[in-house]
């Protein structure tokens, strides 16, 4: 029987065994393989890309991706590797040379990887055809991408020279590791008696302290100017925090874990029982092979998930942030009432009479000679605050279609709109000298911020709301004043018709501004980021579920004569499940955990890093849920297949 017979032989005998195998680096290839037609799609980059930035992102994002599907496939490679040790060692009893050895690892490493790569073709050209006309959809591109093949045969011979660069690299590894390896070793391999650790206790304690310590750097972030990150440097706080979590992840999980697991064991009621007494144990004897996979399972998990997190919020948070940005559905400067005049007649005949509110407002700007102003005085072009009175305030929240109280403002008593959320509000009680006609001043008094704006902040920065009272006088001494026009209606906000109408009128005028327009191009800016990040991602999920997976198969196989003995010792199938669900979840659930801990802190540091416009909001939750509710699933899936996968080897073992 030659070598191609013997590896298509051994893959069918142990299909069982390889089928997850063959499916996770099918969905590896797919996503590669649908990346890789999307990067090559010349089309579609033409229209989303002028500056040659989404071309350089598809670039690294490609590097990224190839580089963590080499390690992927290495590290299944050898942990299939370890798994045939005894079968192996006979094929060296039976006279077969290491070199032979090799060729036959090289042709079932083939089989699996060509039946992989036309699987993911098949799949990635259905996927990257729905990324496609998902992409012209949401960027409302002028492309028929019905025309557009299925299949890009660039990609197809980029991925077929990767998936030889791969079988290459699996080549080697496996000569060098079958090399190395003697008789003796592969015939006794698999039967490597797990020693007990010795734990120290001050590197569990350290571990702690190294983990509370990159926390509590992580989060003195949001002190603002007067923590460390400011004080000291962002770059040596940025390295601190990520020594600390790295190392003490290590410690945590070599130390502190079998040391925590040892304390258990001493108490009685809970060590003695019918399942606990054979999953400590366990544990406790294997936590050393398994230290260096869960830690770096954990960080992987916590990297991806910071990642796709800070993704998520970098693209989310902004664009709800939109409705501060631009409050209404068109805004400008008026140049004169004929203007208006046009804007409304059009507007109307696009969207009707009754679907449209319109206001116009006076804004008078004003200097000031106070030391210590607050950022959005210098924030414009010309230095100054724009004067509103507190009924036209009102009004144009009320068309916003948003309920806000402020305090009663008389006097000279005034409230600033911010453009940034300051909890410390350091802005309330202070006096600014406004600068009038004749070289008169007045004095306003600062009682209350607020972060809901009336008008965008292209049109007004710094907005001091005044009494109605304070504003009359002032509006007589015939200071600059600059009127705005905005325009409210019923799905205004995403009509791009009445902006395509309004534009010809307003070119090159960065005082028109326009709800849909913005988010057109927010959208076209960052929704091709997000997709090459979430790319990136999928595979991270994908290959941490099946390394787990591959962990846990490989434990419970080499426990099949221990679950053997169980039963004969009177443990039901019932007891026996309970027993392979506590060590497989044990094993899950230490990455899992110290993964999502460990981004939820990276993520506060990122969340201080972007300018707060809606205050006190949930938006900065919902985009960190989200991630962590994609990475659960796709764990939680894998247990599920993981624990039924170890059920049904222990179960149906005859010995």
Not at 138 to 156: F, G, H, T, Y
Not at 171 to 194: A, P, Q
Not at 327 to 341: G, T
Not at 486 to 498: D, I, Y
């Amino acid at each position: 029987m030659n070598l191609l017979s013997i590896a298509q032989k051994n893959i069918r005998k142990n299909f069982s065994f390889y089928s997850l195998y063959l499916v996770s680096v099918s969905f590896v290839f797919m996503v590669f393989f649908s990346f890789i037609s999307f990067a090559m799609n010349e089309v579609i980059m033409e229209r989303i890309s002028t500056d040659g930035r989404v071309e350089m992102m598809s670039k690294a994002v490609a590097i990224l991706i190839m580089g963590f599907v080499l390690f992927y496939m290495s590290y299944a490679n050898t942990f299939f590797m370890k798994r045939r040790m005894k079968e192996l060692g006979i094929y060296s009893l039976l006279g077969y040379r290491k070199s032979t050895m090799t060729r036959l690892l090289s042709f079932e490493n083939f089989f699996i990887c060509i039946s992989a790569l036309g699987i993911g073709i098949f799949f990635g050209a259905f996927l990257h055809k729905l990324i496609v006309i998902g992409i012209v959809h949401l960027l409302d591109l002028q492309i028929d991408a019905s025309k557009i093949p299925l299949i890009n045969l660039n990609a197809v011979y980029v991925a077929s020279v990767f998936v030889f660069v791969v079988l290459f690299v699996l080549f080697l590894s496996n000569w060098k590791f079958l090399k190395k390896s003697s008789l003796l070793t592969l015939v006794r391999l698999g039967k490597k008696v797990e020693q007990q650790i010795k734990v120290k206790i001050w590197l569990a304690v350290l571990g702690v302290i190294l983990l509370i310590l990159g926390y509590v750097t992580a989060l003195d972030i949001t002190r603002g100017k007067d923590s460390f990150w400011v004080t000291v440097g962002f770059g040596p706080m940025a390295m601190i925090t990520l020594i600390s979590v790295v190392v003490g992840t290590i410690f945590f999980i070599h130390s502190f874990i079998p040391y925590a697991i040892l304390k258990l064991k001493k108490k009685k009621d809970y060590f003695y029982q019918e399942t606990n007494i054979i999953t400590i144990p366990k544990f406790i004897y294997r936590i050393r092979s398994n230290a260096k996979a869960l830690i770096i399972l954990t960080l992987l998990s916590a990297a991806t998930l910071s990642i796709l997190g800070s993704a998520i919020l970098s693209i989310y948070y902004p664009y709800a942030g939109l409705s501060r940005v631009i409050p209404a559905a068109i805004e400008f400067h008026i140049k004169s009432a004929n203007q208006v005049d046009k804007v409304i007649d059009i507007v109307k005949k696009t969207v009707g009479v009754k679907n449209i509110d319109y206001k116009k407002t006076s804004l008078i700007q004003v200097t000031s000679s106070t030391d210590n102003l607050p950022f959005e005085y210098s924030a414009k072009e010309q230095h100054s605050f724009d004067l509103m009175s507190k009924s036209d305030y009102m009004n144009l929240i009320q068309l916003q279609g948003k309920k806000v109280s402020i305090k009663n403002i008389s006097g000279n008593d005034c409230t600033l709109v911010k453009y940034t959320y300051d909890k410390k509000n350091i802005d309330i009680g202070k006096v600014y000298s406004l600068n009038l006609a004749n070289h008169k001043t007045i004095n306003v008094n600062v009682v209350e911020t607020t972060l809901i704006n009336p008008i965008g902040f292209a049109n007004s920065m710094g907005t001091l709301i005044i009494s109605d009272e304070l504003y009359a006088k002032t509006s007589k001494l015939k200071l600059h004043t600059n009127e705005i026009m905005s325009v409210f209606g019923k799905n205004m906000r995403n009509n791009k018709e009445v902006y395509e109408q309004l534009a010809p009128m307003f070119k090159n005028n960065n005082n028109f501004v326009s709800s849909y327009q913005k988010q057109y191009e927010y959208i076209s800016a960052n929704s091709v980021s997000l997709l090459l990040i979430t790319f990136a991602t999928a595979i991270f999920f994908i290959a941490t579920g099946s390394i787990l997976y591959f962990h846990s198969i490989s434990g419970i196989t080499n426990d099949k004569r221990e679950f053997y003995i169980l039963k004969k010792m009177g443990y039901k199938n019932k007891e026996i499940k309970k027993i392979i669900s506590k060590q497989i979840l044990l094993f899950f659930s230490i990455p899992y955990l110290l993964g999502v801990i460990h981004s939820i802190f990276a993520l506060e540091c990122f969340v201080a890093l972007i300018p707060n416009l809606l205050g006190k909001s949930s938006t900065f939750i919902l985009p960190i849920l989200a991630s962590i509710g994609i990475f659960t699933i796709i764990y939680v899936i894998y247990y599920i297949v993981t624990k039924y996968s170890c059920y049904r080897i222990i179960l149906n073992n005859k010995e």
